[in-house]
């Protein structure tokens, strides 16, 4: 190391006018500069980290860094080279579901740690600073306007759903690739590009949760008119000469045409589904969207049951009991995992319980708060500031068998069910 300096020194290369003279070509300049990067990274592999010969600096912290003008002229090539090949490069279409331009910023960013690797910590921030944060900047930038432009055409009439998704699903796994690349090994110390790596994870769950909120509110709500059923909900559920001995495997005729848009998604997530524990990352976007679909398809439903806009104050069995089957063939539509529904399943089958099994719940609940009339709509304030009282009436409901069900929810559900009581006090 020692003699390659005195060498390149007493030759004044960096300073040669046939290096840096006007009429110089850059091109050479780099390839010297690369070579520099090149001798520095083998001559460190070669001696161990521990050896009393391991230089304090090597080659291009004495030539480069150390070269203020040098070393801004080389940062800006450095800079104009990294966003050229992310956006120049001619790219083939996708084979995955992965984003080219995610692939060449994963190998970009494997360059430049590489060639930060070689420089002493100040020179090593200066570089990242000017060359990596330049291209992480763009390459967000790219995924923002890929992002704003999919979400733009999910609320098309001509919408071509599973080219959209699939779309979606490749900048969501270039996202997730990218911020492994930049975190490296959890275990090593917080660097700069680690810390931009968590950052890149952030908005990879930001873009699961942006395409899952469009397509429920823009696609399954609006155009598959979702909306229409809630909305319809007011009446069913309080009505009672309703059919209930209708096919058990039929949806509510108003949910035609979201169970055909919702089962297209999640067919598509299965179909791409693989196991990321063995096969890498590219399983991340289909079961991340999977999962965030399903959390608020759930909330939907769950808003209907626990009558979370005041649209439903009454809730009569026989309507109930048609809220339950839609629930339940909704919540078949995730099978095997229906973890998001567990909740809403309980609620739906409490709704739609037998008169005479809430009639005995409710009559028992009652008893721990009052020994007057048992005719009176609960209040769950007594229950929340006593823990004896909550542990005591949420057991009950464990031992019926509601196992996920709040207890809050069942109050609900059952002060609206009105055929549990034939009496409520006036004034209250």
């Known amino acids: ?46 001696i161990p980290l521990s050896a009393k010969q391991q230089p304090d600096c090597g080659l291009a912290d004495a030539f480069l860094a150390s070269d203020e003008e040098l070393w801004e002229w080389w940062l800006g090539k450095e800079k104009e080279w990294a966003i050229s090949t992310l956006f120049d490069t001619q790219m083939d279409p996708p084979s995955a579901l992965l984003s080219p331009r995610a692939e060449m910023f994963c190998a970009l960013m494997h360059s430049i740690q590489c060639k930060a690797d070689v420089f002493l910590p ?14 992480y900047t763009q390459f967000l930038d790219a995924i923002h306007d890929s992002s704003t432009e ?42 700069d590009l680690s810390r931009v790596g968590r950052s890149m994870e952030r908005l990879r769950d930001v873009l699961v949760d942006e395409f899952a909120t469009t397509f429920v509110e823009k696609v399954l709500m609006e155009r598959a008119k979702l909306a229409s059923y809630i909305m319809r909900c007011s009446h069913l559920l309080s009505s009672t000469a309703i059919d209930v001995s209708s096919d058990k495997k039929s949806l509510s005729p108003d949910l035609h045409q979201f169970s055909i848009m919702l089962i297209k998604v999640l067919t598509f997530c299965n179909k791409h589904t693989i196991d990321t524990k063995t096969q890498g990352p590219l399983g991340f976007a289909p079961c991340a969207i999977r999962i965030a679909v399903s959390n608020l398809v759930a909330e939907k439903f769950l808003e209907i049951a626990l009558d979370a806009h005041g649209m439903t104050p009454d809730v009569e069995l026989d309507g109930a009991i048609i809220f339950e089957r839609d629930v339940q063939l ?16 309980d609620a739906a089958k409490f709704m739609a319980a037998p008169t005479d099994q809430l009639i005995t719940l409710r009559e028992a609940i009652t008893g721990l708060v009052t020994d007057g009339p048992e005719q009176q709509l609960l209040d769950f304030r007594n229950f929340s500031v006593d823990n004896t009282l909550f542990d005591s009436a949420t057991s009950m409901l464990r031992a019926k068998g509601y196992v996920n069900l709040y207890l809050e929810d069942a109050i609900s559900i059952l002060n609206r069910r009105k055929d549990t009581f034939s009496l409520v006090p006036d004034g209250f």
């Not at 070509?25 to 592999?45: H, K, M, P, W």
């Not at 200066?126 to 944060?133: D, I, K, N, Q």
């Not at 919540?331 to 529904?341: R, V």
Request: aromatic share 8%; charged share 15%; proline share 3%.
């Open 1 to 46: 190391v020692g003699l390659a300096q005195w060498v390149l020194t007493q030759r004044n290369f960096f300073r040669h006018v046939s290096a840096v003279g006007p009429n110089s070509n850059a091109a050479v300049l780099c390839g010297a500069i690369e070579q520099l990067l090149l001798f520095d990274t083998y001559s460190r592999d070669l």
């Open 122 to 135: 100040h020179s090593k921030a200066s570089y990242l600073g000017h060359v990596a944060v330049p291209a």
């Open 150 to 191: 999919l979400r733009g055409l999910l609320s098309q009439k001509n919408l071509d759903l599973d080219k959209n998704l699939g779309c979606w699903m490749e900048i969501i796994n270039g996202t997730q690739v990218a911020s492994l690349v930049l975190i490296g090994d959890v275990d090593a110390p917080d660097n």
């Open 330 to 345: 909704v919540a078949d539509m995730f099978s095997p995992d229906k973890s998001a529904f567990i909740r809403l399943v």
